[in-house]
């Protein structure tokens, strides 16, 4: 079975205050992204990697870097949290650019509140 | 630009069947995925369609028609286990950058009633 996880379920930040958040594959895979998720709004890709050390920005990188120095890591960092980005954070992963296997797995979500 | 459109919330009663569709517009296409999320839990897997017709999974079935746009996903002697929300999501193709996107619709909300 896939298996994504994510460093925290619920995490509570002040303004300011840099966040790290962390996802881990033991799949594998080649592709990793990062989703957030408000109501009203559905998922959408912040950013995601498709190899070690790469990177490429989604539709709301604004606010937001990531990091992949290992292949089953994908890391989410707020700069200076703000309270617009109090959000269920989802990573996903993905494998090889077959035809059937580019089916996005996802780890349980951080809720992340800035205060 | 891309863009999904699905029901946002349905009601049907257990034991019935009910049908949750999926348009899409996507400048490109390489396949179709429906995902099940339920309340504060993580989306997961449902189902995949590349080609036109339907796919059978249980009690799940997903149709596809790409000359539409179009796709639904049917729900047979619903259980109240599937109270949940459900993602439509397209791939719409090689992205250059060596990975697939995928495009979410903002989920319909099924409630399940006794």
């Known amino acids: 079975d896939v298996k994504v996880t994510q460093s925290s379920r619920y995490l509570v930040k002040r303004t300011g205050e840099k966040v790290f958040l962390e996802c881990v594959q033991d799949m594998d895979h080649e592709n990793m992204f990062w989703y957030r998720q408000d109501p009203g709004l559905g998922l959408r890709l912040i950013y995601f990697?498709?190899?070690?050390?790469?990177?490429e920005k989604g539709d709301i990188p604004e606010g937001y870097s990531v990091s992949r120095e290992k292949k089953e890591r994908f890391s989410l960092i707020l700069e200076s949290a703000s309270t617009n980005q109090t959000s269920m954070y989802l990573c996903a992963s993905s494998g090889q650019k077959r035809l059937d296997t580019d089916t996005q797995y996802f780890g349980p979500g951080t809720r992340l509140t800035v205060l | 630009g891309q863009n999904i459109d699905q029901p946002t919330e349905m009601t049907a009663t257990e034991g019935a069947i009910v049908q949750i569709n999926c348009t899409y517009q996507?400048?490109?296409?390489?396949?179709l995925f429906w995902y099940q999320q339920h309340a504060g839990e993580a989306p997961t897997f449902l189902s995949y369609n590349v080609l036109d017709g339907l796919e059978e999974k249980g009690r799940f079935s997903s149709f596809l028609s790409r000359s539409k746009g179009y796709s639904y996903l049917l729900l047979k002697e619903l259980q109240m286990k599937d109270s949940a929300s459900y993602l439509c999501?397209?791939?719409?193709?090689?992205?250059?950058?060596?990975?697939?996107?995928?495009?979410f619709g903002k989920g319909t909300k099924l409630s399940v009633i006794p």
């Open positions: 999501a397209v791939n719409g193709g090689y992205s250059g950058a060596g990975s697939y996107q995928l495009t």
């Open positions: 996507t400048s490109g296409f390489n396949g």
């Open positions: 990697s498709y190899d070690v050390k790469m990177k």
